[in-house]
């Protein structure tokens, strides 16, 4: 079966230092993928994109994420986090032939320390 | 703000009741997308409309049901409710029919929904 995979519940990390969120997909064909981003009380927000080309995908608020086929990976990384970005991250794919239900990850909660 | 406008923003009925969430888009999007969250099931899909007919459907339940209307507003409808439908349902509206991988999606800020 389809499915997408965070494997950390919970993240913490210092004001300042990187980031990196792990994500794991499992598809016949490599997916469209995408990183959201959910701060409390809020919707989702898309950070980014990947559908093909450029495995290193930049997008909003300093976030990029890198596609590696061979390990099923889709990681979002950031150099330097800030206070604000404390929230909840999902991970989710779109397979080519799978209709339009976009499958989700079940999300890292990521807290920033001062 | 994403232009996604999703009504009321909490909701607390008992079980067995029958409530309707409201979603209206962005301006211009023909598409709209419903989501459950919840603690145990995570994010997911339950529904897609595209200019009035129904597109997509994933893990919706027969006692759960969606329209879109002519202004392409969107009404989910939750019926014999149960303890386990407290959730938070969100919406989503995209401009394309495709699914939300050919055009960006943008989500409401949901609804939370406690069932007692």
């Known amino acids: 079966a389809q499915s997408v995979t965070q494997p950390d519940i919970h993240i913490t990390v210092s004001e300042g230092a990187s980031l990196e969120l792990r994500c794991n997909y499992s598809?016949?064909?490599?997916?469209?993928l995408f990183w959201y981003v959910q701060s409390p009380g809020q919707g989702l927000q898309l950070l980014l994109k990947?559908?093909?080309?450029?495995?290193l995908v930049q997008g909003i608020k300093g976030f990029e994420a890198e596609f590696k086929r061979s390990q099923s990976s889709f990681n979002l990384r950031k150099p330097s986090v800030h206070w604000s970005d404390a929230a909840e991250y999902f991970c989710?794919?779109?397979?080519?032939?799978?209709?339009?239900?976009?499958?989700f990850g079940g999300g890292t909660r990521l807290m920033v320390k001062p | 703000d994403s232009g996604v406008t999703q009504t009321p923003k909490h909701l607390i009925t008992a079980t067995g009741q029958r409530v309707t969430l409201r979603c209206s888009p962005r301006?211009?999007?023909?598409?709209v997308y419903w989501y459950q969250q919840s603690l145990d099931q995570g994010l997911q899909f339950l529904i897609q409309?595209?200019?009035?007919?129904?597109?997509a459907k994933g893990n919706i339940l027969e006692r759960f049901s969606a329209q879109q209307f002519p202004d392409l507003h969107s009404e989910l409808n939750l019926s014999s409710l149960e303890l386990g439908d407290s959730a938070l349902y969100f919406c989503?509206?995209?401009?394309?029919?495709?699914?939300?991988?050919?055009?960006?999606?943008?989500f409401g800020q949901g609804t939370r929904l406690t069932v007692v």
């Open positions: 989503a509206s995209s401009a394309g029919s495709g699914g939300l991988g050919d055009t960006e999606a943008f």
């Open positions: 598809y016949g064909a490599t997916p469209y």
């Open positions: 990947y559908f093909s080309g450029d495995t």
């Open positions: 989710a794919a779109l397979g080519v032939n799978a209709g339009n239900m976009l499958t």
């Open positions: 301006s211009g999007d023909l598409s």
């Open positions: 409309y595209y200019n009035g007919e129904e597109r």
